[in-house]
């Protein structure tokens, strides 16, 4: 089992940037896979960014060059970091940290965490 909290969402203008957490406990040796995705009202659930065991990372094109994922493994904890910068009111949605871990890839979300960009 793996048990997720997420920070760092909140208001911000167009233009500025946020820095979101997740921070992972529990069986964080089995996880494979560490991502963000969102939700906006009205539209279904999309990837945000993914990032690998070996580091690998995976950006949706509207955010590429914009949004930043990394992780961090300390403490029997694993963190992963979205940092958004040249935010726009496009990106305002819910946004949810996803863990793959496990022998099965079970998926583990986070509460998510609400981001509006104001114009």
């Known amino acids: 089992q793996v048990q997720l909290v997420e920070s760092g969402g909140g208001l911000v203008q167009a233009g500025g940037s946020l820095r979101l957490s997740c921070a992972a406990s529990?069986?964080?040796?089995?996880?494979?896979?560490m991502g963000w995705y969102r939700q906006a009202p009205g539209k279904q659930r999309e990837l945000v960014a993914t990032?690998?065991?070996?580091?690998?990372?995976?950006?949706a094109d509207s955010v590429k060059g914009r949004f930043t994922i990394s992780r961090d493994n300390a403490n029997s904890k694993s963190t992963v970091y979205l940092q958004m910068n040249s935010l726009r009111p496009e990106d305002t949605a819910v946004y949810y940290c996803?863990?793959?871990?496990?022998?099965?890839?079970?998926?583990?979300w986070g509460q998510g965490t609400q981001v509006t960009v104001s114009p």
């Open positions: 996803k863990v793959t871990a496990g022998l099965r890839n079970n998926d583990y």
């Open positions: 990032i690998g065991f070996a580091g690998r990372t995976n950006y």
């Open positions: 529990g069986s964080t040796f089995s996880i494979v896979v």
